[in-house]
T-cell receptor, first 115, second 112 residues
Framework: NAGVTQTPKFRILKIGQSMTLQCAQD?????MYWYRQDPGMGLKLIYY???????DKGEVPNGYNVSRSTTEDFPLRLELAAPSQTSVYFC??????????????FGEGSWLTVV | DQQVKQNSPSLSVQEGRISILNCDYT??????FLWYKKYPAEGPTFLIS?????DKNEDGRFTVFLNKSAKHLSLHIVPSQPGDSAVYFC???????????FGTGTSLTVIP
């Protein structure tokens, strides 16, 4: 029962460093998402993808990049890390169904600290 | 601009009683609503959903009510159990399901 798998679970970055958060799903979902959650806040959408080769910006895309070369994988790239990117990152996936909407399923999260 | 709002950051309920968690939204184009439950250091897990064509959906101890005219939904948990203690997020999306908007969460504590 893998579902949505995120790596790494925890990471400390120095200001200005870059890194990639990995996300993979084995449910053959078309849609994939990256969210971040700051303390006391809801989840904010960073980027999403409706299929391989298609990505689009969410509410808070600045400082991030994504790619979707396969249905299964949706990595999130942080370029020039800043303290404001300290957060918990969640990857999710789902597939819309007629008359029943699109339920999305989350990974366990990646805790990132930028110092 | 917060399109989905959960105005109660926390709620405490005695075991066996009803828990009612509330959520308001501003966008009349939202078509699908969901509730997620989150334990510390874990990802949110899907709990229950409702389409805008319905006003109630039930799954075991969990019932979601939707009042479209008031742009309000609520989650009822009956009876509440200690294992229900978690943070609950409501979420909403349009018909395409491209983007989901989340509330800030309500922390539920069920007291044994």
């Amino acid at each position: 029962n893998a579902g949505v798998t995120q790596t790494p679970k925890f990471r400390i970055l120095k200001i200005g460093q870059s890194m990639t958060l990995q996300c993979a799903q084995d449910m053959n979902h078309n849609y994939m998402y990256w969210y971040r959650q700051d303390p006391g806040m809801g989840l904010k959408l960073i980027y999403y993808s409706v299929g391989a080769g298609i990505t689009d910006k969410g509410e808070v895309p600045n400082g991030y990049n994504v790619s979707r070369s396969t249905t299964e994988d949706f990595p999130l790239r942080l370029e020039l890390a800043a303290p404001s990117q300290t957060s918990v990152y969640f990857c999710a996936s789902g597939s819309p169904r007629a008359y029943s909407g699109n339920t999305i399923y989350f990974g366990e999260g990646s805790w990132l600290t930028v110092v | 601009d917060q399109q989905v709002k959960q105005n109660s950051p926390s709620l405490s309920v005695q075991e066996g009683r009803i828990s009612i968690l509330n959520c308001d939204y501003t966008n009349s184009m939202f078509d699908y609503f969901l509730w997620y439950k989150k334990y510390p250091a874990e990802g949110p897990t899907f709990l229950i959903s409702i389409s805008s064509i319905k006003d109630k959906n039930e799954d075991g101890r969990f019932t979601v009510f939707l009042n479209k005219s008031a742009k309000h939904l609520s989650l009822h948990i009956v009876p509440s159990q200690p294992g229900d203690s978690a943070v609950y997020f409501c979420a909403a999306s349009g018909a395409t399901g491209n983007q989901f908007y989340f509330g800030t969460g309500t922390s539920l504590t069920v007291i044994p």
